[in-house]
């Protein structure tokens, strides 16, 4: 069944802030398995991470320009729900959900096939030299209109998950680098914090 909205919590790489997400009612968690970022987790970890979360959490693997037999394998591995992909879409999906990430620029542009198959689009900011986790806002006011279901990501915190979701209208929201101590070390307070903001504006 689909959720009516998504509250994720992204880079997450240990079991203490999985389950204070998971506490806090976050409906997924994801796991980075880009080996380009801080917030890498293998495929092991993330499985043993995964089994200690309650159902209905859904689980959250991004990828960066994967092979599709290379992330099935990890999808199968980590005991995946939703592979979240940045970059090119690998043909074929072997039966995977899919969330495509798209990149937006700090005005506003964006460009979304009208092809897209995805299950939902993840607009984040488009930063030189990241993919992802770029902590900066884009305007959101872009995502309004689209036929997709839309999760924003990109610079949300409590301090303005509630704009976001009353100016773009998305199906989901999504936070990271905002809400850390840390690359892949979560800040429970400021995690619990946007997790009840967003789900206040959501209701």
Known sequence: MMPAHIVKICGVTNAADAQAAAE?????????????SPRFI????????????????LKVGVFVDPDLTGMAAVAREAGLDVVQIHGDVPPGGDGLRCW?????????????????????????????????????PFPWTAARGLQQR???AGGLDASNVRAAIREAQPWGVD?????????????????RAFIAEALEEFA
């Open 42 to 57: 293998a495929p092991a970890e993330a499985a043993r991470i995964a089994g200690t979360l309650p159902g209905g959490i």
């Open 150 to 152: 839309v999760i924003i």
């Open 24 to 36: 806090a009612g976050a409906s997924a968690v994801g796991f980075n398995f880009w080996p380009g």
């Open 100 to 136: 495509h990430a798209r990149r937006v620029g700090r005005d506003g542009e964006l460009s979304i096939d009208s092809n897209e198959s995805a299950e939902a689009i993840l607009l984040d900011t488009a930063v030189q030299g990241m993919r992802g986790g770029t902590g900066v």
């Open 175 to 191: 936070a990271c680098s905002r809400i850390e101590t840390s690359p892949g070390r979560k800040d429970h307070d400021k995690m």
